[in-house]
């Protein structure tokens, strides 16, 4: 059998810390839908730890897989597709975290997130943050731990600032309820769009008046 | 050679002498059921794994027969042996496998080669016409006689993925875990006229007489044949026919520049050659009258129906965790009906995982070796069934 595959029983890491800082803005006992989650890792934290429910969405076989090891419920789905298989409201929280970055339909999916759930938390690499532009001002296109990729062989698509994310909220009448950075697992509110790598909102629908 | 490692099953069959009311309203007063158990059952029976079969298979489901002087008959596999027996997906080391014979099969269970108790006389097109509810009925009364309350899992694909779909609404306290692979909530009207297609080959074969051909000691042969050949169409993708067969002649005629010998009714070329012989075999083997029966059972499910085509409400008394996976490639059974069925498990906050292979061989595919099918499959029975 390839060895990709496999099903040996994975161990359960304790997230990364910004996975951390993220989990403690999911109310204890949530509905969740997390939309990329990769091999379940804070779904499964999320579950044990804070009593939440919900299914992971990923397009990996190898990812699917590794949900299924890990017990948690996953989909294997295409986002740029929509999410069709999921009713209004029927999440507390829908996660799209290093998601958004990859979709082609980030603006629609951004919706989708605000309809499908009764919060949606999006986190994405910030591209503002000093390094980046540092080495913009410097005619490149910066290369880092958290964009580690080059210009042209990239699965990040799209590239956005949390000043861009505010534009775009605005436009889809999202109601931003928090958001700041994220270094190293550590909250960064002031100045963050310069200061933190990782953007993270926390956001609804615009209620009806 | 047998090994420890080689499972090597007796087909087994159990008598039903109580009358059996079928969804028609029509009954059978007594009847057998083969099946086949892989592994050992636990103390407390709980590590039970039923398999439902698709249209043309049996109970026999992994493993290979031992002929008399102990040795492995040729080609006597069972139909799912890449995913059950030792140390593979569902491994018999850790669970207790039955796969179940239908009843109006032609492989051990009564069905229309049998004689009517009542009549003496061959059932032939007089057996009963059978639901997948009668076939999940039939199946529990089996466990009772085992006594076997519950099931850690169970699992089919195709037209056996409707019947572990069945199982979760028609006894949803019995059931832990279903994993369905390649089915759908219902046929669609292409499904259905394909499947009226394949009956009418065989309804119309002059030999058929009305279905009680054995009365008159012949089989219709062609008509399976028939049916066989579009059968096997739809279940292959163009993809994997192309990469197959694609225009390849049997025979290069010497006598035209083209190859061809202008023949209309002789095999040109190798897909007519291969479905011939499929379709051939399969006529050997199979009776007329199951694959009726079979296809009627294809058609007529739909658990929706009853709430008005609502899948969710229907589903609404399922209690277990789901497997679902389905195939790219499939046509017949396509993804999109097996996110239809996830989509109604979701609406119930269910425990449901989903995943859709990307896999070239069409509705076959659930049948044949893919790392990413089987190893899904695996993971699932590692860490949620008999937790």
Redesign the interface.
């Known amino acids: 059998?390839?060895s990709q595959?496999?099903?040996t029983?994975l161990p359960l890491p304790l997230p990364s810390a910004d996975l951390l800082s993220i989990a403690r803005l999911v109310p204890q006992g949530s509905?969740v839908l997390d939309l990329g989650c990769g091999t379940g890792e804070l779904l499964a934290y999320l579950i044990n730890q804070r009593g939440c429910?919900g299914?992971g969405v990923e397009i990996s076989?190898a990812n699917?897989?590794?949900?299924?090891?890990?017990?948690?419920?996953?989909?294997?789905?295409n986002l740029d597709e929509g999410l069709?298989?999921?009713?209004d409201n029927?999440f507390d929280v829908v996660l799209q975290i290093d998601t958004l970055q990859h979709l082609r339909n980030a603006e629609i999916m951004l919706r989708e997130t605000a309809r499908v759930g009764r919060m949606g938390i999006v986190a994405f690499p910030n591209f503002a943050h000093w390094p980046n532009r540092l080495a913009v001002l410097r005619g490149r296109m910066p290369v880092t731990k958290i964009l580690p990729y080059q210009w042209y062989d990239t699965p990040n698509i799209r590239v956005g600032t949390l000043r861009d994310f505010e534009a775009l909220a605005l436009q889809n009448q999202l109601h931003i309820l928090d958001s700041f950075g994220l270094q190293d697992g550590r909250e960064v509110r002031f100045w963050p769009n310069l200061r933190a790598t990782r953007a993270v909102f926390k956001f609804q629908g615009q209620l009806p008046l | 050679m047998p090994s420890d490692l080689l499972l090597t099953p007796t087909p087994q069959s159990m008598h039903f002498a109580n009358e059996l009311l079928l969804q028609s309203g029509k009954s059978i007063r007594a009847y057998d059921i083969s099946y086949e158990t892989y592994g050992e059952l636990n103390a407390d029976k709980s590590n039970v794994v039923l398999i439902c079969h698709a249209l043309n298979a049996s109970h026999h489901v992994a493993g290979v027969y031992l002929d008399a002087a102990g040795q492995p008959v040729k080609k006597s596999e069972g139909w799912w042996d890449t995913m059950i027996g030792p140390g593979k997906p569902v491994d018999t080391n850790r669970f207790f496998v039955i796969g179940v014979n239908i009843l109006g099969s032609c492989f051990g269970s009564t069905g229309p080669m049998q004689a009517n108790p009542d009549t003496q006389q061959i059932y032939g097109a007089d057996f009963p016409v059978v639901t997948v509810q009668d076939w999940v009925n039939v199946q529990a009364l089996l466990l009772d006689a085992l006594g076997i309350e519950t099931l850690a899992a169970v699992m089919g694909g195709s037209l056996g993925g409707m019947q572990a779909l069945s199982w979760t609404l028609q006894y949803p306290d019995r059931v832990r875990h279903a994993v369905v692979v390649a089915s759908a909530p219902n046929l669609t009207a292409e499904n259905i006229a394909f499947n009226e297609v394949a009956r009418r080959a065989i309804v119309t074969d002059p030999d058929f007489h009305a279905g009680h051909y054995g009365r008159h000691n012949v089989l219709p042969k062609r008509g399976l044949r028939i049916a066989r050949m579009i059968g096997h169409i739809t279940y292959l993708s163009n993809d994997v026919m192309n990469e197959k067969f694609g225009r390849q002649l049997r025979e290069i005629s010497s006598e035209h520049a083209s190859g061809y010998r202008f023949s209309t009714q002789e095999i040109e070329f190798q897909i007519e050659s291969y479905l011939r012989h499929q379709g051939d075999k399969f006529a050997e083997y199979f009776d007329a009258n199951t694959y009726l029966l079979i296809t009627r059972a294809l058609d007529y499910f739909d658990p929706a129906a009853a709430f008005g085509g609502d899948l969710s409400r229907a589903l609404s008394v399922a209690k277990a965790g789901f497997l679902l996976v389905s195939f790219t490639t499939d046509w017949r059974f396509a993804p999109a009906r097996s996110r239809e069925i996830v989509k109604a498990l979701i609406d119930n906050q269910l425990d449901v995982s989903y995943a859709e292979i990307d896999a070239p061989h069409g509705h076959d595919a659930f049948l044949l070796d893919d790392t990413r099918y089987l190893g899904v499959v695996r993971s699932y029975f590692e860490s949620k069934v008999l937790l």
């Open positions: 059998m390839n595959f496999e099903a029983p509905r429910s299914y076989d699917v897989q590794a949900c299924v090891a890990r017990g948690v419920n996953v989909m294997q789905l069709a298989l999921f009713a029927s």
